[in-house]
């Protein structure tokens, strides 16, 4: 399984990006698929996710309103739309896959329970 993250780059605050992931080697359908972040010396947490079918996201609390997960099935590829950006969303920003059996509703934001993940794109907001 491979998943290519991309769309990251440098940004004024209040500004907006869009990251994409494509993935291959599974059918993508069938897994749920998260985005997570790491800022420098800090652990990976979790940003968004959105189940299989498209119809259920969860977001991280500092992000609801400004982002949105979005999937396309057919393209197999996951989309963050990342809007009014902030010097704290600067980070690099990895996708990942939860693969059945899916993780409990109490355990999304942990980037324990997924099992494939993206090599990361950089995000840089500055103010």
């Known amino acids: 399984v491979q998943l290519q993250a991309s769309g990251g780059g440098l940004v004024l605050a209040g500004g907006s990006l869009r990251l994409s992931c494509a993935a291959s080697?599974?059918?993508?359908?069938?897994?749920?698929m998260a985005w997570f972040r790491q800022a420098q010396g800090k652990e990976r947490a979790f940003v968004a996710r959105?189940?299989?079918?498209?119809?259920?996201?969860y977001y991280g609390d500092s992000v609801k309103g400004r982002f949105t997960i979005s999937r396309d099935n057919a393209k197999n590829t996951v989309y963050l739309q990342m809007n009014s950006l902030k010097p704290e969303d600067t980070a690099v920003y990895y996708c990942?896959?939860?693969?059945?059996?899916?993780?409990?509703?109490?355990?999304?934001?942990?980037?324990?329970?997924?099992?494939?993940w993206g090599q990361g794109t950089q995000v840089t907001v500055s103010s």
């Open positions: 990942a896959a939860d693969t059945p059996p899916f993780a409990i509703y109490s355990e999304i934001p942990y980037a324990r329970n997924y099992d494939y």
């Open positions: 080697g599974r059918t993508f359908s069938r897994d749920s």
């Open positions: 959105i189940m299989m079918s498209g119809g259920r996201t």
